[in-house]
């Protein structure tokens, strides 16, 4: 596609619900970001992947949070037992392979609220 | 952890004046990046700084990397209503994982 896209735009869950936030970055780029970003802060770096090894995951809350990235193209993180701490929107971002680390696209990201 | 500490936090200027913010680490960063993000939006990068003392311009912006490596600065000229928005810095800290500032909030008065 175009560029990153993720889905859902929006997601309203309950307390102690599963979720599941889907990234689809732009067509090639090897390596692929997930950040967090409360209201009002900057974003928050998550966890990320070359290919679909997961190189850093030391920013995931806790481990309530995880990502796979299982064919090297779409990633998934997925949040258990949502709390409401967990509200924030979900970014991704993809990396062209030949850029350093600042070429990163971001996505539209997905606003979670765990009510 | 790493942090970056933006200032100002919220800016209420005249269409027309002139921007300045800052941003500065405990920690020396080899790369300074400044990002707009506007509303709805994920970040956009504007300007990329990749040595000490180096001053780079992207139309009415200049980033500036401080020579202590701990600092950057950007400054926007002649601001007009697309410039409102939120300014992060981040840089690359680790490898590819880069670290965001809390950001600046540019708002333009009618």
């Known amino acids: 596609g175009a560029g990153v896209s993720q889905s859902p735009r929006y997601k309203v869950t309950k307390r102690g619900q599963d979720v599941a936030l889907r990234c689809d970055p732009i067509?090639?780029?090897?390596?692929l970001y997930w950040y967090r970003q409360a209201l009002g802060q900057g974003p928050e770096f998550l966890t990320y992947?070359?290919?679909?090894?997961?190189?850093?995951k030391s920013g995931l809350p806790n481990d309530r949070f995880s990502a796979e990235r299982p064919e090297g193209s779409i990633s998934t993180l997925t949040i258990q037992r949502t709390e409401q701490r967990d509200s924030a929107m979900y970014r991704c971002a993809s990396r062209h392979p030949s850029g350093s680390g600042e070429t990163q696209y971001f996505g539209p990201g997905t606003r979670l609220l765990v009510l | 952890g790493q942090q970056l500490n933006q200032s100002p936090q919220s800016m209420f200027i005249q269409e027309g004046e002139d921007v300045s913010m800052n941003c500065t680490s405990s920690?020396?960063?080899?790369?300074w990046l400044w990002y707009k993000q506007e509303p709805g939006e994920g970040p956009v990068l504007l300007i990329a700084l990749y040595k000490a003392g180096e001053l780079t311009s992207n139309g009415r912006l200049t980033a500036q990397f401080g020579i202590t490596r701990k600092d950057s600065f950007l400054n926007i000229s002649a601001s007009i209503p697309s410039d409102v928005g939120i300014y992060f810095c981040?840089?690359?800290?680790?490898?590819?994982?880069?670290?965001f500032g809390k950001g600046t909030r540019l708002h333009i008065l009618p």
């Open positions: 981040a840089g690359p800290f680790r490898d590819d994982k880069i670290i």
């Open positions: 920690s020396i960063f080899n790369t």
């Open positions: 992947f070359n290919y679909e090894a997961q190189q850093d």
């Open positions: 067509s090639g780029h090897v390596s």
